[in-house]
Nanobody
Framework: VQLQASGGGLVQAGGSLRLSCTAS????????MGWFRQAPGKEREFVAA????????YYADSVEGQFTISRRNAKNTVYLQMNNLKPEDTAVYYC???????????????????WGQGTLVTVSS
């Protein structure tokens, strides 16, 4: 089982990036999918999560209205569209899969069973 996050890079403040997460050996349609991030010297934090069917999403307050999580189960891929990026969004971004039942808050990293390797997002001021 492997999750692969991609799409990170260097962007100026106010710019946009779209991260992708694909999987091998795992049908993502059976999992709640989440994005987390870890800035230098800080703990990993929740960013967003999406239900199995893609019809429900949950965001951290810090990114609500700025980021959008989506998924295409037919492509076994989950996305994170990040707009109006700020220097404080600089972090390594991780995708993760959880067997959690949607209904409980999906923001606890301990509830996630599989993790990708992370992709670095750097936002310059």
């Amino acid at each position: 089982v492997q999750l692969q996050a991609s799409g990170g890079g260097l962007v100026q403040a106010g710019g946009s990036l779209r991260l992708s997460c694909t999987a091998s050996g795992l049908a993502l349609s059976g999992y709640i999918m989440g994005w987390f991030r870890q800035a230098p010297g800080k703990e990993r934090e929740f960013v967003a999560a999406i239900s199995r069917g893609g019809n429900s999403a949950y965001y951290a307050d810090s990114v609500e209205g700025q980021f959008t999580i989506s998924r295409r189960n037919a492509k076994n891929t989950v996305y994170l569209q990040m707009n109006n990026l700020k220097p404080e969004d600089t972090a390594v971004y991780y995708c993760a899969a959880s067997t959690l039942i949607w209904g409980a808050r999906p923001n606890n990293l301990d509830e996630y069973n599989y993790w990708g390797q992370g992709t670095l997002v750097t936002v310059s001021s």
